[in-house]
């Protein structure tokens, strides 16, 4: 019986007596490294250079093979620490997960989340919003964030903003009074927060309500006139002193109802004379995305064309600089000259859309073909779904309306649309 108690006694697992902080501070390097046991696995080494740092000796899971983990140097990492290191560990190899593994991902996740800041995601986000709308706004788009944004939060993380962060990075723009600069900011930024969401960089959007946080901006309409006012815009477009193709510009605008921008971007390669269309090109579109507009040429629109060929028609664009001709014209040249024409805050380029809207509608046209002639994206989705059609020719009928109107509007004035004006009239 001596005997058999002896030989259990010898067999009994020794259990290290928990290190001490004054143990630690005494332990002196020897002549080569060597371990003190704090028991569980975790080590202090010695190293025989005099450093001192925490191991973590552990049984991978589901193998037989041992891995260590360093915690750390001491007295960086203090024993404590190095025991709530350790406890961590022991739960995690309680759920079968290799603690060492974990570190690494953990370490690779934190470097891939810091590696993605604001600026980084939001040029990411722009290549793919810059395929559905023109290269001018995506410019202004990048121009904004740029300017007020970038300098203050585009180095940081994504995962890392705000509301009140944003919040106040936004205060001062609205109290210049730029309210509406700071409704745009705050849609681009949660677009681009929205992108880190539905590209897994982030699992919510915190900064969806921040626009709450500011007042609304005031709705200001683009000034324009009322229909009865169209004779004396003729008739002013008539005697001003403004050159040959800015007036032709304006007369072609307001024949065709397109944009500013449209308008001074036009191309002769883009006129289908053969079936009397004006072919926009989606890239040149607000809404570039729902495809190419189509825009029927009145005889009115096919005059002007015919009058200014003898100026541009060997040129691509129809409307050529006056310094470069080789380009098109700016898209502001419209709004310059009606200004000097005595319309300032009373009518610009952009109005003159608003003006054959509200003359066709007071006319009784059908409102979803007057929004097709605008080029005007129908708001409710559903709706726009199930509508694909683009009434061409119901649009041709009330375009031909619209041009013999501002024809009749012109009467006793000299208007480039009339086919009987030529050049030398003009001049």
């Not at 501070?25 to 028991?39: C, E, F, I, M, N």
């Not at 002013?236 to 007369?251: H, N």
């Amino acid at each position: 019986m001596l005997a058999k108690w002896m030989f259990c006694t010898t067999t009994m697992p020794i259990i290290p007596k928990p290190l001490t902080d004054s143990q630690i501070a005494r332990a002196k390097p020897s002549d080569k490294d060597y371990k003190l046991s704090d028991g569980a696995g975790l080590h202090l080494r010695v190293r025989f250079g005099g450093t001192k740092d925490w191991i973590f000796r552990y049984k991978e899971p589901h193998s037989p093979k041992r891995r260590d983990i360093s915690f750390g140097i001491y007295p960086d990492v203090t024993l404590a620490e190095a025991r709530r290191r350790r406890e961590e560990a022991r739960s995690l190899l309680i759920k079968a997960i290799d603690p060492k593994s974990h570190k690494e991902q953990v370490k690779r996740t934190s470097a891939e989340e810091n590696a993605n800041t604001f600026a980084l995601v939001t040029r990411e986000w722009l290549k793919v919003k810059s395929s559905k709308i023109t290269a001018k706004y995506c410019d202004q788009i990048e121009a904004s964030l740029t300017n007020h944004v970038f300098p203050v939060i585009g180095k940081r993380p994504i995962k890392e903003l705000t509301p009140t962060e944003i919040i106040n990075l936004l205060r001062p723009i609205e109290a210049k009074g730029s309210r509406e600069t700071v409704k745009r900011l705050c849609q681009r930024i949660n677009e681009i927060m929205d992108y880190a969401v539905n590209t897994g960089l982030i699992l919510i959007n915190p900064l969806a309500k921040i626009n709450t946080a500011f007042l609304s901006p005031e709705t200001k309409n683009l000034p324009t006139i009322r229909p009865e006012l169209l004779p004396k815009l003729m008739q002013d477009l008539q005697m001003a002193s403004i050159k040959i193709v800015t007036r032709c510009l304006i007369e072609w605008q307001l024949h065709t109802m397109v944009r500013p921008s449209e308008a001074a971007t036009a191309k002769w390669a883009d006129i289908d004379f053969d079936n009397n269309v004006w072919i926009i090109p989606a890239e040149n579109m607000k809404k570039k995305n729902n495809g190419d507009h189509i825009v029927p040429l009145t005889p009115q629109s096919i005059s002007l064309l015919e009058f200014i060929r003898p100026i541009s028609g060997h040129r691509e664009f129809i409307f050529p600089a006056d310094r470069y001709p080789k380009t098109h014209t700016n898209s502001q040249t419209a709004n310059m000259a009606l200004k000097r024409m005595g319309y300032h805050k009373e009518l610009v380029a952009h109005g003159l859309r608003s003006l054959a809207s509200t003359t066709l509608n007071e006319h009784a046209f059908d409102p979803d073909v007057i929004e097709a002639c605008l080029a005007h994206v129908d708001s409710n989705s559903v709706r726009r779904a199930y509508n694909r059609t683009d009434y061409l020719e119901r649009r041709r009928k009330v375009m031909d309306w619209w041009s013999q109107h501002i024809e009749n509007a012109a009467t006793g004035n000299v208007s480039l649309s009339n086919s009987k004006v030529n050049l030398k009239l003009i001049s």
